[in-house]
T-cell receptor
């Protein structure tokens, strides 16, 4: 199926751990994004890559590090997890700056 | 700070009625506007995009844009219980190029 996929779907971990979330799109899009949606459902951009180049880097703690090995993949690594990192993280892709297609989300719970 | 404002709701309408969802934005130079629907526990999905002043219709959905008033709306005709969801207004940041700013969403509840 053509889609944006993320793994894992759920992630439960202890404070202080390091974890990664992976995203892949097979839509042929050239731009990928990471969003964080908190408990109040507010969807906030974190990072965006266009053809493997970082183009959006919002005010995010440097514990968060994105990496795009190619334009179909965008991963997110989080170091030293904190309670406040608990949220749903969505990956999305688009062709240029047009409509975005979202992955299913990764629900991260930090204990 | 560039903002997109929506009434958080919940907006409750009876089945078969018209649901009207509103959104205002702060960046006068914005060019592209989107409506996404998000069911509880699911990811946002695109419903409509609109780029020019006026109305754009797609099935039961009509998006309306008024750039002079910095206002965009979504009308849902013949509302169904399956339309119950959170509707997110999104505006592309002109200066940011690829940055889209999302509103906090309006929860819609359609009563059977």
């Amino acid at each position: 199926d053509t889609a944006v996929s993320q793994t894992p779907k759920y992630l439960v971990t202890q404070m202080g751990n390091d974890k990664s979330i992976k995203c892949e799109q097979n839509l042929g899009h050239d731009t990928m994004y990471w969003y964080k949606q908190d408990s109040k459902k507010f969807l906030k951009i974190m990072f965006s890559y266009n053809n493997k180049e970082l183009i959006i880097n919002e005010t995010v703690p440097n514990r968060f590090s994105p990496k795009s090995p190619d334009k179909a993949h965008l991963n997110l690594h989080i170091n030293s997890l904190e309670l406040g990192d608990s949220a749903v993280y969505f990956c999305a892709s688009s062709q240029e700056a047009n409509e975005q297609f979202f992955g299913p989300g990764t629900r991260l719970t930090v204990l | 700070q560039k903002e997109v404002e929506q009434n958080s709701g919940p907006l409750s309408v009876p089945e078969g009625a018209i649901a009207s969802l509103n959104c205002t934005y702060s960046d006068r130079g914005s060019q592209s506007f989107f409506w996404y629907r998000q069911y509880s526990g699911k990811s946002p999905e695109l419903i409509m995009s609109i780029y020019s002043n006026g109305d754009k219709e797609d099935g039961r959905f009509t998006a309306q844009l008024n750039k002079a008033s910095q206002y965009v709306s979504l009308l849902i005709r013949d509302s169904q219980p399956s339309d119950s969801a959170t509707y997110l207004c999104a505006v592309k940041d002109v200066t940011g190029g690829f940055k889209t700013i999302f509103g906090a969403g309006t929860r819609l509840f359609v009563k059977a």
